[in-house]
């Protein structure tokens, strides 16, 4: 046999080879993402990332697709409000199976809209209009609500509303009692196993590391494209552009303006940019036993006015925009974003400060989480209002800690100012009267519905409006009040920017889920 020939013969061969061991591991998805999810638990999981992961391995009985603008069928086939407003009736496509190969009944979904209330995760408030939850029949689910509610059908896309295969989750310590706060013992099985009927199975998951997705080969729908999907744990953006030219992931997710740069025009890499719905905000602590001097009213405008809205957008990057309160532009009602060259008055945040008792500043902590949001750094940021403060003679030490750390005092209401960001938990303004005073976020703040009980009347008020004008008067009412007194300052709405292999489909945003997993393709 001639060299030549020979050389053809073993490049076949190893062509072979190679294509036989791509076809043994079957088609994989690698996405490179800075997470922040705890728990896997969908009636515990409330982080911002953690619907990327339960979206695909989870049925709801209402869902997105490509955005949050039109809600679809997902575990339902059709759905039936009654005249009072009060009542909800589903009825479940037939021939649904969990994972497992049990079916999917209207008990599975009593059971597990249960356990998420009775285990009153940081979630359960989603469910808490739900008076009651019956099964009349295996395909029918009825909710009776406790007040009207004009966002319940996009609450019931959230994990909370999540239906899990309820033979094996009890099989595995959970239940649906009413005192499964403490006596559900099925957190740890969850946080590495799926009990779902979406089109991927939890795999497994590392913590800081990875999570493994493979595919359900008993869904209900049509099959995804991708075996196995892989979503690794890369904090650094510059490595997860890195990793994006080498081939080594398919979606560098959390790219930064520089990042950006840098890519844009490679061959065989796409970027995307859309308008995320994740606000960065700062808390400042209305209880003067946890926020000293921060707890004055006062001075908290005198912070807001303090601050460089410019500054922080240029750090945020290229389609920031900066809220008046905690009401993203792109929802229902939301007024316009504040002009970032006119908000800062350095002049009245001092005569602020005199008139609170502290003409010469004070000291403070500030609490920041060292987490990469939307490509931007936390604590990079943080150094920026750590500037913009001592304009007004407020020093701030600067203390920074893990996701997993900071999580626990900041719903705790421990903190006395800090630095957060939020995603909504479903695509409508009801989810952000959580920041209102005696509301789940507002008490983060120690903001009591005591301290402002006008504003937390028509929050109240606004929650059951369905008339689409009035809803708009009130949220309009909402936000001006916000504006002139409340217990956070709201710094950014960010664009977010990421960038993928080029031969991708599919890979389109989703504030909600993120990415839509099992809708990419290659």
């Known amino acids: 046999m001639g060299i030549r020939r020979m050389s053809i013969v073993l490049a076949l061969a190893a ?19 800075d997470p922040d999810y705890q728990t896997f638990d969908p009636a515990l999981a409330y982080e911002a990332y953690s619907l990327m992961v339960l979206h695909p391995t989870y049925d709801t ?22 005249p009072d407003g009060l009542t909800y009736t589903f009825k479940l496509r037939k021939g649904i199976k969990f994972a497992s190969g049990n079916p999917l009944t209207a008990n599975d979904v009593k059971w597990s809209v249960e356990r998420a209330i009775n285990l009153k995760g940081n979630g359960a408030f989603l469910a808490e209009g739900v008076s009651s939850v019956s099964a009349p029949d295996d395909y029918t689910v009825v909710f009776r609500l406790s007040a009207k509610d004009s966002s319940f059908l996009t609450k019931v896309t959230s994990n909370v509303y999540a239906i899990i ?28 196993h799926s ?31 991708f075996d196995k999907v892989t979503l690794k744990s890369i904090k650094d953006p510059g490595t997860q552009l890195m990793m994006l030219q080498k081939k080594d992931i398919d979606v560098a997710f959390n790219l930064g303006p520089e990042q950006v740069k840098q890519v844009k025009g490679l061959k065989g890499i796409a970027v995307a940019k859309a308008q995320s719905m994740t606000l960065t905000f700062m808390l400042m602590n209305r209880d003067p036993a946890v926020g000293g001097p921060i707890a004055n009213p006062d001075v908290q405008k005198a912070i807001r006015l303090a601050l460089d809205y410019v500054g922080m957008q240029t750090i945020a990057g290229e389609g920031s925009i900066t809220p008046v309160a905690p009401f993203q532009v792109g929802f229902f009602g939301t007024v316009p974003p504040r002009d970032p060259k006119t908000a800062q008055n350095l002049a009245k945040a001092r005569e602020l400060m005199k008139k609170a008792g502290y003409p010469n500043g004070f000291k403070t902590t500030f609490e920041v989480p060292t987490q990469t949001v939307e490509g931007m750094d936390l604590p990079t940021l943080a150094q920026k209002i750590q500037s913009d403060l001592k304009q007004i003679n407020i020093d701030t030490d600067i203390k920074t800690s893990d996701i997993m750390v900071a999580l626990d005092p900041y ?24 920041f209102l005073p005696g509301n789940s976020v507002g008490l983060r703040a120690n903001w009591t519905a005591a301290m402002d009980p006008k504003l937390a009347a028509l929050g109240e008020k606004t929650a059951v409006e369905t008339n689409p004008k009035a809803r708009a008067a009130d949220l309009k009412s909402i936000q001006e009040m916000m504006d002139a007194d409340t217990a956070f300052a709201v710094l950014l709405q960010s664009a977010r920017q990421y960038a993928y292999a080029s031969d991708l489909e599919g890979a389109y945003y989703n504030d909600y889920y993120k990415l839509n997993l099992a809708a990419i393709s290659r």
């Open 61 to 82: 009985l209402m869902q997105f697709e490509t955005n949050t603008e039109d809600i679809k069928y997902g575990a339902a086939e059709s759905y039936a409000i009654a």
């Open 195 to 225: 009990a779902g009927s979406g089109p991927y199975i939890l795999e497994s998951y590392t913590p800081q590391v990875e999570v493994v997705l493979v595919r359900n080969k008993n869904y209900w729908g049509k099959a995804p494209y």
């Open 411 to 434: 719903r705790k209401g421990k903190q006395a100012l800090s630095l957060w960001y939020w995603g909504p938990d479903y695509p409508d303004p009801n989810n952000q009267l959580a």
């Open 15 to 33: 062509a072979f080879t190679a294509a036989g061991a791509a076809s043994a591991q079957g088609r994989q998805l690698i996405v490179a993402l």
């Open 165 to 192: 295969d309820s033979k094996t989750a009890m099989a595995h310590g959970a239940t649906n009692a009413a005192d499964a706060a403490t006596s559900d013992k099925a957190k740890l099985w969850f946080d590495g």
